[in-house]
């Protein structure tokens, strides 16, 4: 997860900008596929832990622990 925000936050030049450069920023939410649970829980515990990268501040990834 650091490699890829590391990636996106390198400047990019776009036409919309007129040749200023633009950085991008993103929060992820990891969350591991356990057996026996269903898509949709894996995107919640997923969707918990992006808010909580969110709140943490810009930049950051939060991994959702398995259940247990």
Do not use: C, F, N, Y
């Amino acid at each position: 997860a650091d490699r890829l925000l590391d990636v996106i936050r390198q400047p990019l030049s776009l036409a919309l900008a007129a040749g200023e450069p633009v950085t991008l920023g993103a929060s992820i939410g990891l969350a591991e596929l356990v057996g026996g649970q269903s898509p949709e829980m894996v995107i919640s515990r997923a969707d918990e832990a992006l808010r909580e990268a969110k709140s943490l501040g810009r930049g950051r990834w939060v991994r959702h622990p398995p259940p247990g």
